[in-house]
């Protein structure tokens, strides 16, 4: 709650992430073309102390725009290309027996594996085995991780954008449910429009490699992420994002029909905390404080998206979790705020 004492300053705060955010995004448009949802998207998870889950073709820019992003922000970035073949160990690090040259004694020294960066890209999490995949969301959960009996703090700001294909599922791991529920957002790289396309082309084939500044660092990102949770929301906006993710349950009295005939598991309580907490981040990124249920609808799709499981009559219907949370942001009212006077 933004407190009296530090309400001007945080509003000023407010203000100036609102420049910021148009700052950031022109900084990666140097690189990227396009795709202002999915940037949207990604900061307002990096700002909720989220995690992301991005799911797009191959060759769509998706490395790269990670990349950009940690530039943009003074952030360090590792990349993990996940396989079949991968060790716990190989992500969190291992402990390894050197020997002093000089007194000839030996002793563990621990090796840091790639988590130990402030943006992970973990790529084709669906390639590698559940032990692997487990201790990945173990970090993301926890913020650190543990070698050997010792607790290894894991860098702040600690933030996960984890990719899938979506076309070429032989020989993955697709993650369970409870797993996926990790993940903030699922965010959904489409194809480029015709003009976007042709304006990549130009822009990449050409001997010119446009420099990122930073315009966040990593001691700003902590103080934006404190304060997001400080911003208050009206009763009725969280009623609101309440009645969104009650009605996607089958078995709730107030479900409507089309979520009874195609949904066999709605979203749990965490896709609550998380569309308020998104809505806060979406309203500070553009420089406001009042969180209305615009905000809450805004970041619905990427919420919900992977916490609605579908039956097997969408599945006949050539029905998906798209198509319900559309009908649901349409049949959902929102909550009259003359109810709360």
Request: hydrophobic share 40%; charged share 25%.
């Amino acid at each position: 709650m933004l407190t009296t004492g530090a309400e001007g300053h945080d509003l000023q705060t407010v203000k100036r992430l609102g420049a910021a955010r148009e700052a950031l995004l022109a900084e990666v448009h140097q690189v990227i073309v396009g795709q202002e949802q999915v940037l949207d998207e990604i900061l307002t998870a990096l700002f909720c102390r989220g995690h992301c889950l991005i799911e797009g073709v191959p060759g769509l820019a998706k490395t790269l725009m990670v990349r950009t992003l940690a530039a943009a922000l003074d952030l360090e970035f590792k990349r993990i290309q996940f396989t079949p073949d991968l060790m716990p160990s190989d992500i969190t690090g291992t402990d390894i027996l050197e020997e002093n040259p000089g007194t000839g004694q030996r002793r563990f020294r621990f090796l840091k594996g790639p988590l130990f960066a402030n943006v992970v890209l973990a790529d084709e999490i669906n390639r590698t085995p559940p032990k692997t995949q487990a201790a990945l969301l173990e970090a993301m959960q926890e913020y650190r991780v543990t070698v050997g009996g010792t607790v290894y703090p894991l860098p702040l700001p600690f933030f996960v954008l984890a990719t899938q294909n979506p076309i070429e599922q032989e020989g993955t791991y697709p993650l369970p449910e409870a797993q996926l529920d990790r993940f903030m957002f699922k965010v959904l790289i489409d194809y480029p429009s015709r003009e976007e396309e042709r304006d990549m082309v130009k822009l990449t084939t050409v001997d010119f490699e446009p420099q990122v500044r930073p315009i966040l660092r990593g001691e700003d990102i902590l103080q934006l992420q404190r304060l997001v949770r400080r911003v208050p929301v009206s009763d009725h906006v969280i009623d609101y994002a309440l009645n969104l993710v009650r009605h996607s349950r089958p078995n709730e009295e107030a479900a409507p029909d089309f979520v009874r005939e195609w949904v066999e598991w709605g979203a749990g309580p965490r896709a609550a905390q998380y569309l308020i907490l998104g809505a806060k981040a979406r309203a500070v990124l553009h420089g406001r404080v009042n969180v209305s249920c615009r905000d809450v609808k805004a970041v619905a799709p990427p919420v919900l998206r992977h916490r609605i499981i579908t039956n097997f009559n969408a599945e006949a219907e050539d029905v998906d979790s798209e198509d319900i949370i559309r009908r649901m942001l349409e049949t959902v009212p929102e909550p009259s705020e003359r109810d709360y006077r």
